[in-house]
């Protein structure tokens, strides 16, 4: 930010011209460069909020029954936030998250009144590299601890490339990639960059909506 004096020709300025913005500070005339916003509004950042937004809505509609359900269900969960630290939700948030997750993955228009019975049957315990990618590609194999339900699916992430083989990606560089077939047992993802270095994150959902664990690796795309 830069002090300015008579700017655009008068004692005060305020407001947009081009690209640089004109407003007080303390008294002082000040101008820097106009910024893009930093949360653009996409179609599919706008149709998730509204699926957010709807979800919150229902659990107003629950019964006081269903609403003791979801909270005695949440006092049972332990998740961890994006500073690290271990925590329970509420019984709103997780009617929430698994809903939202039986939306998203096995396109479920209709919450659930009540929350899950059973607990999760299996979770990925380990994740390797194929040989059966091709050029620009990565194969990427998954195994797990338990049986997964039948037409279960896991959720995969991916970062992006990097030149460098000694990274460990944080958790906030990983982005949503697909979705894939539990039974399937492997991933394969295209259009990457041959040679560079991805991360790959895999966790199991079950068909009730609930996530486990992710298992991370670190893998080197094709080059063929």
């Not at 081009?18 to 106009?34: H, P």
């Not at 006081?64 to 939700?89: C, E, H, R, V």
């Not at 995969?156 to 990639?177: D, I």
């Given at each position: 930010?830069?002090?300015?004096?008579?700017?655009?020709?008068?004692?005060?300025?305020?407001?947009?011209?081009?690209?640089?913005?004109?407003?007080?500070?303390?008294?002082?005339?000040?101008?820097?460069?106009?910024v893009a916003p930093t949360n653009p509004r996409t179609s599919a950042q706008l149709n998730a909020r509204a699926k957010l937004t709807a979800l919150s809505r229902e659990?107003?509609?629950?019964?006081?029954?269903?609403?003791?359900?979801?909270?005695?269900?949440?006092?049972?969960?332990?998740?961890?936030?994006?500073?690290?630290?271990?925590?329970?939700?509420?019984?709103?948030?997780?009617?929430?998250?698994?809903?939202?997750?039986?939306?998203?993955?096995?396109?479920?228009?209709?919450?659930?009144?009540?929350?899950?019975?059973?607990?999760?049957?299996?979770?990925?315990?380990?994740?390797?590299?194929?040989?059966?990618?091709?050029?620009?590609?990565?194969?990427?194999?998954?195994?797990?601890?338990?049986?997964?339900?039948?037409?279960?699916?896991?959720?995969?992430?991916?970062?992006?490339?990097?030149?460098?083989?000694?990274?460990?990606?944080?958790?906030?560089?990983?982005?949503?990639?697909?979705?894939?077939?539990?039974?399937?047992?492997?991933?394969?993802?295209?259009?990457?960059?041959?040679?560079?270095?991805?991360?790959?994150?895999?966790?199991?959902?079950?068909?009730?909506?609930?996530?486990?664990g992710y298992v991370t690796g670190y893998f080197k795309a094709e080059s063929k």
């Open positions: 930010m830069a002090r300015v004096k008579n700017p655009l020709g008068s004692e005060q300025a305020r407001g947009a011209k081009g690209q640089t913005v004109f407003m007080g500070w303390r008294g002082i005339q000040t101008a820097r460069a106009r659990w107003g509609k629950l019964s006081k029954t269903n609403a003791t359900l979801w909270n005695a269900y949440a006092k049972n969960l332990t998740l961890t936030d994006s500073l690290g630290q271990i925590y329970n939700p509420s019984g709103i948030n997780a009617f929430v998250r698994v809903n939202n997750l039986l939306w998203l993955v096995y396109g479920t228009a209709t919450p659930n009144s009540t929350p899950p019975a059973t607990a999760p049957t299996a979770h990925v315990s380990s994740i390797s590299q194929q040989t059966s990618g091709g050029n620009g590609e990565l194969a990427v194999g998954f195994s797990f601890s338990g049986t997964p339900a039948t037409l279960s699916r896991v959720q995969v992430m991916l970062t992006a490339g990097s030149n460098s083989p000694n990274r460990n990606p944080a958790a906030s560089e990983y982005r949503f990639k697909t979705y894939e077939l539990a039974a399937a047992g492997v991933v394969t993802i295209s259009g990457l960059t041959p040679d560079a270095w991805y991360g790959i994150a895999i966790r199991y959902i079950d068909p009730a909506g609930q996530p486990t």
